[in-house]
C-alpha cells in the first residue's frame, strides 16, 4: 500500500499526462502566434505610421524595428535562466503579461509625453514587448520538449514553431480588415491592440489550464525535496545522489554549460548567423517590394506569408524523419540559391529596390519557405532537445538570445546597406551569409537521433547537472571520430 500511494500506477495517470502533453503544446504554439503578430506588426503598419508622422530615417527605422530585437534578448537571458531555477509555468504566464504590456502601449503611443516623439514611444513600449517575447522562446521549447515522449519531440516543436506561421499570416488578415474600415490613424492602434488581446488571453488560459512540466518535476524534486526539509546537502557530493539544494549554485550551471561549450558554440552561433539573414530582410519586407499604406502593403505581406506557409507544413512532416542538422544545411543552401535568383532577375541597372518584379517576389516567397523548413525549425528544435532538463532553458535562451543579436545587426545593417549599394548587394550578402551559417553548421552543430537523447535524459535525476553535461557532450559527437577525439581532450572529465 506504501508503495502504490508513493508511487501511482503509469496507467491511473495516463489520461492527465497526455492531456497536459496536449495543453502544453497548445498554449505554447498559442504564444507564439500572439508574439509573431506582436513582432511583424510594425512591418505592416510602418507605412502607416510614416503617412501620418512623416518618413522615418534609417536610424528611426532601425530603432523601432529593433527595439523589440534588444528586448527579446533581454527576456531570453533572464527568462530561461529563471524558468530552470523557479520552474516553466510562472515564467511562461509573466511573459504573455509582459507581452500585453508592451502591445498596449504600443497602441496607446502619441508625439507627446516624456518621449516627445511617437518613433521614440514605439521604441519603448516595443522594448518592453520585446523582452516578453524574448522569454517565451526558451520556455516554449522546454514546455514542449519536458511534456512528451522523446521520440516525439521534434514533430512537437515543429507543431509549436508553426504558432509562428499563423501568426504572420494573422497579421496582414488583421490589417487588410482594419483598414477596410478604419482610417489609417486608427487602424494600426487598433491592430497593436489586437495583439495585447491575444497575449493577454494566452496569459489567463496559461493561469488556469497549464501546469509544471514533467521534465522539470522530476529532474528537480530531489532539489526541491531537500530544500523543504532544510538539509544542506552539498550539490554534487554523490554521482547517484538525486537529493540536492532546491536552487543549485550558478557556478554548476556555469560549468555544465561549459561542458557543453561546442554544442552551445553550435546551437547559438548557426542562430545568431541566421537570423542576421531572416530579420535582415523579413522585417523589411514592404520595403523591398513598395507598395502603397495599408491594404496593399498588407496584402504584398500576406502573399509572401503565404509563399511561405508550405515550409512550415513540410517541417511538421519532416521533423521525426529528417536529422534537424540536415533540414538546416539544407534549408540554408537553398535560400542562398533563391537569393542570388534575385539578383539574377533584376534588370541590369538595379541599386534601388523598384528593379524587382513578379518573379523576384515569388523567389523571395520560396525562399521563406526554405528558410522555416531548414534553419528556422532547426534553430529552434536542436537547443531544446540536446540540453539536459536542469539547464535546457537557459542553454535554449543563450542561444535565441545570439540569434536575436544577430537579428539586431540583421535590422541595423538593411537600411544602411540599402540606402548605400542597393537591393542588389544586399541579396548577395545574405546569399553569402547562408553560406557562412551552413559551413557553421557543418563544423560545430551535433548530428544526433533519439537513442542519444535518451541517454542523455536518463540522468536527470541520478547525476549532478555538470556531470550530465558533460556526458551529454560525449554523446552528441560520438558519430564523429574526430570531433569525439577533439572533445574528449577538451572537456573535463566530470565523473568520478
Known amino acids: 500500500m506504501a508503495a502504490e500511494d508513493a508511487a501511482p500506477s503509469t496507467d491511473s495517470h495516463r489520461g492527465s499526462y497526455f492531456k497536459q502533453e496536449n495543453v502544453a503544446l497548445f498554449l505554447s504554439a498559442f504564444g507564439l502566434v500572439a508574439d509573431l503578430f506582436d513582432f511583424g506588426v510594425i512591418n505592416l503598419v510602418r507605412p502607416m505610421l510614416q503617412a501620418e508622422y512623416g518618413e522615418m530615417t534609417p536610424t528611426q527605422d532601425s530603432m523601432v524595428t529593433g527595439s523589440a530585437l534588444v528586448g527579446a534578448i533581454l527576456g531570453q537571458l533572464t527568462f530561461g535562466a529563471a524558468a530552470d531555477h523557479l520552474g516553466r509555468r510562472v515564467m511562461y504566464i509573466s511573459t504573455a503579461l509582459l507581452v500585453c504590456l508592451g502591445a498596449v502601449g504600443s497602441s496607446l503611443a502619441t508625439a507627446s509625453g516624456v518621449f516627445g516623439n511617437v518613433y521614440c514611444t514605439l521604441t519603448f513600449w516595443r522594448f518592453v514587448m520585446g523582452v516578453g517575447i524574448g522569454g517565451e522562446y526558451p520556455l516554449a521549447a522546454a514546455s514542449v520538449a519536458e511534456n ?4 516525439s519531440s521534434a514533430r512537437k516543436m515543429a507543431l509549436v514553431f508553426m504558432g ?6 494573422l497579421g496582414p488578415i488583421v490589417v487588410i480588415v482594419l483598414t477596410s474600415f478604419l482610417d489609417q490613424s486608427l487602424a494600426w492602434r487598433v491592430a497593436f ?8 488571453t494566452c496569459a489567463v488560459l496559461r493561469y488556469f489550464f497549464l501546469e509544471e512540466t514533467q521534465g522539470w ?3 528537480t524534486a530531489g532539489l526541491r525535496t531537500t530544500a523543504a526539509v532544510g538539509s544542506g546537502e552539498s550539490y554534487g557530493a554523490t554521482a547517484n545522489s538525486a537529493s540536492q539544494p532546491a536552487a543549485e549554485a550558478s557556478s554548476s550551471k556555469r560549468l555544465a554549460l561549459s561542458a557543453m561549450s561546442w554544442s ?3 546551437t547559438a552561433g548557426a542562430w ?3 537570423d542576421i539573414v531572416t530579420y535582415g530582410v523579413g522585417l523589411f519586407s514592404t520595403e523591398i517590394f513598395p507598395a502603397a499604406p495599408g491594404m496593399a502593403s498588407a496584402k504584398l505581406v500576406l502573399y509572401i506569408n503565404l509563399l511561405g506557409l508550405p515550409g512550415f507544413i513540410g517541417a511538421v512532416i519532416l521533423a521525426n524523419k529528417v536529422e534537424m542538422r540536415r533540414l538546416q544545411l539544407a534549408g540554408l543552401t537553398a535560400m542562398a540559391i533563391c537569393f542570388l535568383a534575385i539578383v539574377a532577375t533584376m534588370p541590369s541597372d538595379h541599386s534601388t529596390a523598384s528593379g524587382l518584379g513578379r518573379y523576384a517576389l515569388l523567389l523571395f516567397g520560396v525562399q521563406r519557405s526554405f528558410d522555416v523548413i531548414g534553419p528556422g525549425v532547426a534553430t529552434f528544435t536542436i537547443p531544446g532537445q540536446i540540453f539536459p532538463t536542469r539547464i535546457r532553458a537557459t542553454a535554449h535562451g543563450l542561444s535565441a538570445a545570439a540569434g536575436k543579436l544577430g537579428a539586431v545587426v540583421g535590422t541595423l545593417v538593411f537600411p544602411q546597406m540599402l540606402a548605400a549599394y542597393g537591393i542588389g548587394v544586399v541579396m548577395v550578402f545574405m546569399a553569402g551569409m547562408c553560406g557562412v551559417t551552413a559551413l557553421w553548421t557543418l563544423v560545430f552543430v551535433p548530428s544526433y537521433g533519439v537513442a542519444d537523447l535518451e541517454a542523455i535524459a536518463q540522468h536527470d535525476d541520478d547525476m549532478s547537472v555538470v556531470e550530465q553535461a558533460a556526458k551529454a557532450e560525449r554523446i552528441l559527437y560520438a558519430r564523429n571520430a574526430k570531433g569525439e577525439a577533439r572533445l574528449l581532450q577538451s572537456i573535463p572529465e566530470r565523473v568520478a
Open 193 to 200: 491592440a489586437f495583439g495585447a488581446v491575444l497575449s493577454a
Open 264 to 266: 552551445l558554440a553550435g
Open 164 to 169: 509562428m506561421g499563423v501568426g504572420q499570416l
Open 217 to 219: 518535476r522530476r529532474a
Open 148 to 151: 512528451g515522449e522523446l521520440k
Open 272 to 274: 545568431f548567423l541566421y
